[in-house]
């Protein structure tokens, strides 16, 4: 992986956009990290996982803690989203111990952020949408995103049964794929050099702990079966929800899937890679971006992902401003509809 290199052509685009972006968080005093409106949400969040939890525990089991186990199934999702998400990037405050909890709270929800931050900063978000190199478009063999991945008959259904393997990956990277990149010492090409005694112990100590807060403890008080059935509700919804969500950003029809030449070389420099591979969709939907944290602005995140996903509507229009100035293609579905679409016909594209 170490040897996928970028080109560098003459072109000021990137220099320029960032002289763009640093101007915009000068002139206006603000800093590139979260503030008291994200980190109220944070709270809200954390605090409707908290209540949802206790009430599962204490009502009887009937439709109604159904429905609190789809609420805590999107309050996951909303956890990694919103908190996990920035806290990863170094972006959620200027503090760095709190940035260091935020990202631990996707460890409360049963994964490890040590992994992840491998897996997701250092690999997806330098080698975007290159395969047998960025994870995150590595579901081989049980579904085909990129030309370059082989082609099964079961391919010609991945159109349809997408769902159920979307909602079931939350699941698995708790009890599979995390015991699967520790072990390894791999993800995708890249190998996990060390990991030090303290990342050791948190893996094991916050599997555990997630063992007990969402296995052990509520078998004991509402027995396995009603258990069984809120817990795999929980984990399909919040599979679910992850997976389209970052599925929306990489894999549609319009974006790219590039092939290094025989020199391991990307034909574009990496910020136009990054733009090249990545769509943005529903931005104008407030909701959606309270929700999804900014992750419907993938395209301003790829570029700049140290900077909070709050500051995300504002520099979106640097970015288009500086992608029409210089000539670079810019991706965008109006509704979260479109994108879906999208995703789904590039899906059909791919099974003959």
Request: proline content about 3%.
């Amino acid at each position: 992986m170490s040897r996928i290199t970028f080109s560098h052509p003459q072109n000021q685009f990137f220099s320029t956009l960032s002289r763009n972006v640093d101007a915009y968080f000068r002139e206006n005093k603000i800093k590139i990290t979260g503030n008291k409106k994200l980190h109220s949400k944070a709270i809200f969040l954390i605090s409707l996982l908290t209540v949802s939890y206790v009430a599962l525990l204490t009502i009887s089991p009937g439709w109604f803690s159904i429905m609190i186990c789809i609420l805590l199934g999107f309050n996951f999702a909303a956890i990694g989203f919103n908190v996990m998400h920035d806290g990863a990037h170094g972006s959620f405050s200027n503090k760095k111990w709190l940035n260091e909890l935020a990202a631990y709270s996707l460890n409360l929800l049963g994964a490890s952020s040590f992994l992840w931050k491998i897996k997701h900063n250092v690999v997806h978000h330098s080698f975007t949408n290159i395969e047998d190199i960025d994870d995150d478009i590595d579901i081989k063999p049980w579904m085909r995103v990129s030309k370059g991945q082989p082609k099964f008959w079961f391919h010609k259904f991945q159109h349809i049964y997408w769902v159920f393997l979307y909602g079931i990956t939350y699941i698995l990277w708790v009890f599979y794929l995390d015991f699967q990149k520790y072990f390894s010492r791999k993800i995708a090409v890249h190998e996990i050099n060390k990991i030090s005694k303290q990342e050791h112990l948190i893996f094991w100590a916050s599997k555990m702990f997630y063992l007990v807060l969402f296995v052990a403890l509520p078998i004991s008080i509402v027995g396995w079966k009603f258990w069984l059935l809120g817990y795999l509700t929980t984990g399909f919804v919040t599979g679910l929800t992850i997976s389209i969500v970052f599925q929306l950003a990489h894999v549609v029809e319009e974006v790219e899937f590039p092939i290094p030449n025989e020199a391991n070389k990307i034909q574009s420099e990496w910020a136009t890679h990054q733009i090249q591979t990545t769509a943005d969709f529903a931005t104008k939907n407030k909701f959606v971006s309270w929700y999804l944290g900014g992750l419907n602005f993938q395209v301003v995140h790829h570029l700049f992902p140290r900077i909070s996903h709050i500051h995300y509507p504002k520099i979106q229009q640097i970015v288009k401003e500086t992608c029409e100035q210089f000539q670079v293609p810019y991706f965008e579905f109006q509704t979260v509809g479109g994108a879906i679409k999208s995703h789904v016909k590039h899906l059909k594209n791919l099974r003959d």
